[in-house]
């Protein structure tokens, strides 16, 4: 069993930045995909972005078309936390994030197994 927990989020204005975090615990996920998901209001949850495993030192990174360019996905094994370093914030990007971890297809919601509860974003403008 994996717990995921999200932080970082928060209030930003239009052109801000912010880091979210998200800590694993009950195993160790260096070798799983993790991924990060947002969902706003009246909208369905949709992928951000997510890095899955290739060996031990490689990994492939993926992007919505939306968070290319802007938001960067990281993790650091030794602290079990993957990161989403979120740029150039738009009012748009308002909603609620969550991390997700293992998955056989890196950017589909249905088929992670484990969910974080979600961190609120809002971009004010």
């Known amino acids: 069993q994996v717990q995921l927990v999200e932080s970082g989020g928060g209030l930003v204005q239009a052109g801000g930045s912010l880091r979210l975090s998200c800590a694993a615990s009950g195993r160790t996920f260096s070798t799983v995909t993790v991924g990060w998901f947002r969902q706003a209001p009246g909208k369905e949850r949709e992928f951000v972005a997510a890095v899955s495993v290739i060996t031990l030192t490689a990994a492939r990174i993926y992007y919505a078309d939306s968070a290319k360019g802007r938001f960067t996905i990281s993790r650091d094994n030794a602290k079990n936390t993957v990161y989403l370093q979120m740029n150039s914030l738009k009012p748009e990007d308002t909603a609620v994030y969550y991390c997700?971890?293992?998955?056989?297809?890196?950017?589909?919601?249905?088929?992670?197994?484990?969910w974080g509860q979600g961190t609120q974003v809002t971009v004010s403008s």
């Open positions: 997700a971890a293992d998955a056989q297809i890196a950017t589909k919601a249905p088929l992670y197994h484990y």
